[in-house]
């Protein structure tokens, strides 16, 4: 039987962080990874660049059960250590928007980085290597179909549930529960919105428009692009808000964020104008003719009554729409929920009750907004884990 000190299963971004920091604390440190090539959710995110982390990170573009669990690794390990790390591997990038940072060439920069640093480090990693069974005795027991290997720390990272065709499982989550370890509700975040099929043919007309809106949910609210599709709604401003909707309520959305309706209506009430062409001004102007026809509602401005227009209005503002469900794991970019926080150190990320095994990055339960604060989290959990195992 093969000994090392920390045995990290999962070949991600927190995975090989994490393998990287307990290496140059002289651990000997060993990688699994079910997959033949590693760091294939880095090499397609961020559209093939990787939004390695955002600048603006804060424990409030996160959700969790217990909000404050994520706070003590993301204030050790910050965006600007990240960009460090990626300075010194003289690797371009470049601000694309709200403080996202992507690679000016290829997200396999990032990983080939990893690689390098991994081996500076003395961490050995094996990947198409499936973990078949671990148990616990004086020390962790891991049998895989490579053999069988013993560690004092044994780190799970072996991500969430989506991007199945990535090779995602639920393997990590299944391992805490042979632990005892308690689950979130796991679900699609970061992921389109559907509607039923009579809803999807009333809104077809306004299918592939985009448009700059204010979306609130539960709460929550996200100010970015909405794209109507032949499915649902998507868009940065629905997947942000998809972490937090649930079945059965209803997106309010305003179409007009930047603006009151009621200053250019009263400005045009008693023109001749239609209505939709007057809304032309301030939306794309083929969703603001189908909006209009969606609701029966363009005629000339001096045809309508100020109650009609007081209604109309209150509807661009707070337009509603009752989501039927997501597209799942296989469109979602992140998984909610995970390894209950309670369970865990929010220092070291080791289980409260078994002592060497530690959980990092999505299979916790910290899922992250979107624009680059999933990748700071597993670099942040991964460097906690790294610190002590």
């Given at each position: 039987m ?5 045995i ?8 090989l962080l994490?393998?990287?920091?307990a290496?140059?604390?002289?651990r000997?440190v060993?990688?699994f990874?079910?997959?033949r090539?590693?760091?294939k ?10 939004n390695?982390?955002?600048i603006y990170t804060?424990?409030e ?6 909000p404050?669990f994520c706070k003590s690794?993301?204030a050790r390990?910050?965006p600007?250590?990240f960009i460090?790390l990626v300075?010194?591997h ?5 601000e ?7 690679c000016d060439g290829?997200?396999?920069?990032i ?5 390098a640093e ?7 990693i094996k990947s198409?290597?499936?973990?078949r069974k671990?148990?616990?005795?004086s020390?962790?027991?891991i ?12 780190v799970v990272a ?5 991007i199945p ?6 393997y ?11 689950i ?6 970061l992921?389109p ?12 007309a306004?299918s592939?428009?985009?448009i ?9 609210e996200?100010r970015?692009n ?10 940065p ?5 998809s972490?937090?909707?649930?079945r059965?309520?209803a997106?309010?959305?305003n179409l007009l ?7 250019f209506?009263?400005?045009k009430?008693?023109?001749e104008?239609?209505?939709a062409?007057l809304?032309?001004?301030h ?12 609701y029966?509602?363009s ?8 109650k009609?227009?007081e209604k109309i209005r209150?509807?661009?503002?707070r337009?509603?729409?009752?989501p039927?469900?997501?597209?799942g ?7 909610a929920?995970?390894?209950d926080?309670d369970?865990l150190?929010?220092?070291?990320m080791?289980?409260?009750r078994i002592?060497?095994l530690?959980f990092?990055g ?20 991964g460097?906690?884990?790294g610190?002590?195992?």
């Open positions: 093969i000994k090392k000190d920390v990290v299963i999962g070949a991600g971004a927190a995975g994490c393998a990287i920091e290496g140059k604390r002289g000997a060993l990688v990874d079910h997959a090539e590693v760091g959710k880095i090499m397609i995110s961020g559209g093939g660049r990787c390695f982390t955002n804060a424990p573009n996160y959700l969790s059960a217990n404050n690794a993301l390990y910050t600007q250590d460090a300075e010194k003289r690797i371009r990038y470049h694309k928007k709200l403080g996202q940072l992507f290829s997200a396999r920069e990983v080939s980085m990893l690689l991994c081996e500076e480090a003395g961490a050995e198409g290597t499936t973990v671990v148990r616990k005795d020390s962790f027991v049998e895989t179909g490579n053999g069988d290997y013993e560690c004092e720390s044994l072996t991500g969430g549930l989506s065709k990535m090779g995602a499982t639920d990590g989550y299944r391992l805490a529960k042979d632990f005892g370890l308690r979130r509700e796991t679900r699609p975040a992921v919105l559907t509607f039923a099929p009579n809803r999807i043919e009333e809104l077809k306004l592939g428009i985009s700059d809106a204010l979306v609130s949910c539960n709460g929550a996200f970015e909405i794209l109507l599709t032949h499915r649902g709604v998507s868009g401003a629905i997947l942000q808000i972490s937090y909707w649930k059965g309520v997106l309010s959305i964020p930047d603006t009151d309706a009621r200053t209506f009263d400005a009430h008693e023109s104008i239609e209505l062409n809304l032309s001004h939306l794309p102007r083929r969703f603001a003719h189908a909006w209009c026809d969606l029966a509602c005629k000339p401005m001096n045809r309508f009554s100020t009609e227009l209150a509807q661009l503002h337009w509603q729409l009752e039927d469900g997501t597209e794991f296989a469109k979602a970019e992140v998984t929920g995970g390894v926080t369970e150190s929010s220092q070291t080791e289980s409260k002592a060497g530690y990092i999505e299979v916790v339960d910290v899922t992250g907004h979107l624009g680059g604060y999933n990748f700071q989290w597993a670099w942040a959990s460097f906690a884990a610190q002590y195992a």
